[in-house]
């Protein structure tokens, strides 16, 4: 009887020491599984970069020295591989709570570039409930086109046995651009030279700024013609010319392309420039009055535009 009892005890003994020593390294907690990122704005485009804080969590418990390492995959957009870098996805790691860990090491004093290949994010001695967040930044510009973007990182617990996360990062980019337009101005009263040519002309009457994530063009019109005229005047909206020229053509990759003869003003859109992805394109745009000075008019409406181009 005394026997048995004896078989028994130490059968117990060899289950309890293989489930101790079994798990080795938990990550527990792990969370979320998905983030969808909240699509960039001008200024996130302007800047260079998109910042999401404390966006991952989780917990490591082990039983030997630990070390939780990250890696990603490529990039694609719109489920196709992209050549966007891996390293345009960067991260950051804090350790919250040591648990009763003696020692835990993270990396939270710079931005580390994602890799395909595994980097440590955090490692430490044996124990339980060290808590940890990640913060991750994706880098992108005007040239990054729209589209939807994803990647999946993996987190891997070593050390004895080991664990394993993944988790999927999608990035909706939206088709952006952005117009900025200065040069109100008020025609000065017509010399007689003016008269005796019978136009004006305005140089660098009006700057514009362009920049898109997508092929763009930019367009003018006067939609309602002229706002006012003195009664008799038989003045038209194509009485009002215009013609641009680029000053830089910014980040974009190809000289922006503009009209270099006078246009006549009309009350459908005209294209004044057009040019590839990029950032901080520069055009200056020269305004002809070519009527009867005489007849004084004001025009208000005329509009600068944009239209999307494939």
């Given amino acids: 009887m005394l026997r048995v009892k004896r078989t028994i005890v130490r059968a117990l003994i060899i289950v309890l020491l293989v489930t101790c020593i079994g798990y080795s390294i938990q990550l527990l907690d792990f969370s979320p599984v998905s983030i969808y990122w909240m699509p960039p704005q001008p200024p996130n485009l302007d800047s260079g970069y998109t910042i999401r804080s404390s966006a991952t969590s989780f917990t490591v418990n082990s039983t030997d020295p630990w070390d939780v ?3 990603g995959s490529g990039w694609t957009r719109d489920g ?3 050549d966007k870098p891996v390293s345009d996805f960067e991260w950051k790691s804090y350790c919250t709570t040591q648990g009763t860990m003696t020692t835990v090491t993270t990396y939270h004093d710079t931005w580390q570039p994602l890799s395909t290949q595994t980097q440590s994010v ?3 001695s044996v124990g339980e409930n060290a808590q940890f967040l990640m ?7 005007w040239h990054d086109q729209p589209g939807t973007y994803a990647i999946t990182l993996t987190y891997d617990g070593t050390g004895g046995t080991p664990d ?3 988790q999927d990062i999608t990035l909706i980019v939206p088709a952006t651009q952005r117009l900025d337009m200065t040069g109100s101005f008020t025609w000065v009263q017509p010399t007689a030279a003016d008269l005796g040519r ?3 002309v305005k140089s660098a009457a009006t700057s514009l700024v362009v920049s898109s994530n997508e092929d763009w063009e930019t367009t003018v019109s006067a939609p309602s013609g002229w706002d006012s005229a003195p ?3 038989t003045i038209t909206a194509g009485d009002f010319k215009w013609k641009s020229h680029c000053v830089t053509s910014g980040t974009m990759a190809s000289t922006v392309t503009t009209p270099d003869t006078y246009t006549s003003l009309t009350t459908g859109p005209v294209a004044v420039a057009s040019g590839l992805p990029g950032n901080l394109a520069s055009l200056v745009k020269v305004v002809g009055f070519a009527s009867t000075p005489t007849e004084s008019a004001q025009i208000s409406d005329c509009v600068s535009g944009r239209s999307e181009s494939t």
């Fill in 69 to 71: 390492v990250i890696s």
């Fill in 80 to 82: 196709a591989s992209s």
């Fill in 122 to 124: 955090a490692l430490g």
């Fill in 135 to 141: 913060d991750y930044k994706i880098n992108l510009d």
């Fill in 164 to 166: 394993t996360e993944t």
């Fill in 198 to 200: 019978a136009y004006l």
């Fill in 231 to 233: 009664p008799g005047a």
